[in-house]
């Protein structure tokens, strides 16, 4: 099964040519899963252009180390991507010529059952991407009715955190929250009939779970500024979003990077010397038509990339 990691890559045209591809460059792909992303930027890589590819999930891993096994210019790490510094200067890569993220999660996490990731299928209620550590059926369980409700109101933007979070410590005094229907059925059965029908009623619950057990917008907002560092100058950093909260993060980041003096306007010379260090779209590219017909996981998928100065 693990060697069968399916994953349709979102914008993928739009985040190579984003890329902006030196056939000589190094290039690191922080999200790998299926090897999609990696597979285009090696198309127009030469002999002696260069790959590194990080994933967390060990299916992931199994999957592209054996897609790529013949390729002498892939190396591949099973690490978060919070560790790139740390990886690129092990390998003495002192800078990178364009890196790319695709964040959230896989077609292959969501489609394999057993994963604990999707409200629609019954199955353990896990959520690892990296298959180790604390799982969401430990945080249902253990977290306090206020650390649900942080999680729950913060991470899915759900108007109705607190009767979930209720809903979650009542129904685990009965019994142990085990399996992704059961969670389902009680988040569903605490948001008021109306609202149940604008999209799945567990959907923000179960992001926000997932969100905390993998320490997805901590990771991504400590690593930006890691990742910015170890571009060369004319690098490009092209990251892919799925919901506003991890856009909010990347178009802030960025914003900061292209921002110059911060002086107040009536001061007549700049004190501060900032200066940009970045060109930035200013706004996120969404897929194409043609690419939400053929994969409604790309609806709310939006682009952004700095060139670094």
Same mark, same amino acid.
Request: charged content about 25%; some cysteine.
């Given at each position: ?14 985040? @190579? ?40 999930? %060990? ?8 897609? /790529? ?21 092990? /390998? ?12 959230? @999660? ?57 009767? @979930? ?59 930006? %500024? ?15 979003? /799925? ?24 001061? %007549? ?6 200066? %940009? ?33």
């Amino acid at each position: 099964m693990a060697m069968d990691f399916k994953h349709i890559s979102v914008l993928l045209e739009e985040s @190579v040519q984003a890329l902006n591809i030196k056939p000589d460059g190094i290039y690191v792909d922080c999200t790998a899963g299926g090897g999609g992303h990696s597979a285009a930027v090696l198309e127009k890589l030469n002999e002696n252009g260069r790959m590194i590819l990080f994933d967390r999930d %060990p299916d992931a891993i199994k999957t592209v180390t054996e897609r /790529f096994k013949d390729d002498n210019r892939v190396t591949v790490v099973h690490s978060n991507f919070s560790e790139i510094k740390k990886v690129l200067t092990d /390998f003495a890569i002192t800078g990178v010529d364009g890196i790319i993220a695709d964040l959230g @999660v896989s077609s292959h996490q969501l489609d394999t059952a057993e994963r604990g990731f999707s409200f629609h299928k019954d199955a353990p209620l896990d959520m690892r991407m990296s298959q180790q550590g604390t799982s969401a059926e430990d945080i249902v369980n253990t977290y306090s009715q206020k650390e649900l409700f942080n999680v729950i109101s913060k991470y899915g933007e759900e108007k109705f955190a607190s009767s @979930v979070a209720n809903a979650i410590v009542r129904a685990r005094e009965k019994e142990r929250i085990t399996t992704t229907i059961q969670l389902s059925d009680i988040v569903s059965s605490a948001i008021p009939a109306k609202f149940r029908r604008n999209g799945h009623p567990a959907r923000k619950t179960f992001q926000a779970i997932r969100i905390e057990v993998n320490a997805e917008l901590t990771v991504l907002e400590n690593t930006l %500024p890691d990742m910015f560092e170890m571009l060369n100058a004319g690098g490009v950093m092209a990251i892919i979003t /799925f919901h506003s909260l991890e856009d909010r993060i990347v178009k802030d980041y960025f914003k900061t990077l292209k921002e110059g003096c911060t002086c107040p306007k009536d001061f %007549p010379v700049c004190v501060c010397g900032k200066t %940009p260090k970045a060109t930035v779209k200013s706004s996120g590219v969404t897929a194409s038509g043609k690419e939400l017909d053929d994969n409604n996981r790309s609806r709310s998928a939006k682009l952004r990339t700095a060139i670094k100065l």
